[in-house]
């Protein structure tokens, strides 16, 4: 059990208490740096230094558990879990979309702002291990041309893949906060077999740039990749 400082809880607001309490809870986790299998303090603790009562104390921890940042168990208390940052973003992608008032177009824009830069990263930063899972979803692509929701998921994949291929994780997280803006645009996208046989020839070159670490190359293969997307959602939209 880790005995951390609990100096950094000031009193929780009485405005959006638990609202205000989640939020100090998860502050408190970084400030203590605190690790997978360590242990929050005792609810007992959190309540004096918060100055709040164990109802709104258990209806943040509850909040926190349904997030993934911890797990309770009996007798035992508050214990830290490993939170997949990158799959909470890619859940929550879609209310980040809706609630921005995001059309078509505002998305096209962030894929041709941010993905060029990762695949030139990926193409100098790849290694053998993070080519495997490219390779795989060209070929998941190919065998499904028939099958629109299978062929997105692989074109989906692919891209979270040249992301992990950067090492960097804040980049990963990042592609996954428009995870559901990628997805959109490849919905808007001519849907016929001739479409995604041109996708799958994108696909084929930015994998052949990034093999051969050609950091220029990748990043051309994945704009005219965006920019044949944007102009097919044009005539699809006319």
Same mark, same amino acid.
């Given at each position: 059990m880790s005995v951390t400082d609990l100096s950094n809880l000031n009193v929780a607001e009485r405005i959006t208490l638990t609202d205000d309490i989640v939020e100090k809870l998860i502050q408190h986790i970084a400030d203590n740096n605190l690790r997978v299998g360590d242990m929050l303090p005792?609810?007992?603790?959190?309540?004096?230094?918060?100055?709040?009562?164990?109802?709104?104390?258990?209806?943040?921890?509850?909040?926190?558990?349904?997030?993934?940042?911890?797990?309770?168990?009996?007798?035992?208390?508050?214990?830290?879990?490993?939170?997949?940052? !990158?799959?909470?973003?890619?859940?929550?992608?879609?209310?980040?979309?809706s609630q921005g008032n995001l059309n078509v177009q505002h998305m096209v824009e962030v894929r041709q702002s941010i993905e060029p830069s990762v695949a030139r990263l990926a193409a100098v930063r790849r290694n053998d291990a993070s080519l495997a899972p490219?390779?795989?979803?060209?070929a998941c692509m190919e065998a499904n041309l028939t099958d629109i929701v299978e062929f997105i998921r692989c074109d989906m994949e692919f891209h979270n893949a040249i992301a992990l291929a950067t090492g960097n994780p804040a980049l990963d997280i990042l592609m996954s906060t428009i995870h559901d803006i990628m997805s959109a645009t490849q919905w808007s996208y001519p849907d016929d077999i001739r479409s995604r046989e041109v996708s799958l020839e994108?696909?084929?070159?930015?994998?052949?740039?990034?093999?051969?670490?050609?950091?220029?190359?990748?990043?051309?293969?994945?704009?005219?990749?965006? !920019?044949?997307?944007?102009?097919?959602?044009?005539?699809?939209q006319r």
């Open positions: 005792s609810e007992s603790q959190l309540t004096e230094a918060l100055g709040v009562s164990r109802l709104p104390l258990r209806e943040a921890l509850s909040r926190l558990k349904a997030l993934g940042v911890i797990t309770v168990r009996q007798g035992k208390g508050a214990i830290i879990q490993s939170v997949n940052v !990158s799959n909470l973003f890619r859940q929550l992608s879609p209310i980040m979309r490219m390779r795989e979803c060209i994108h696909h084929k070159k930015i994998y052949a740039a990034i093999l051969r670490h050609d950091a220029d190359g990748a990043a051309s293969a994945i704009e005219a990749h965006i !920019s044949d997307i944007e102009q097919g959602i044009s005539k699809e």
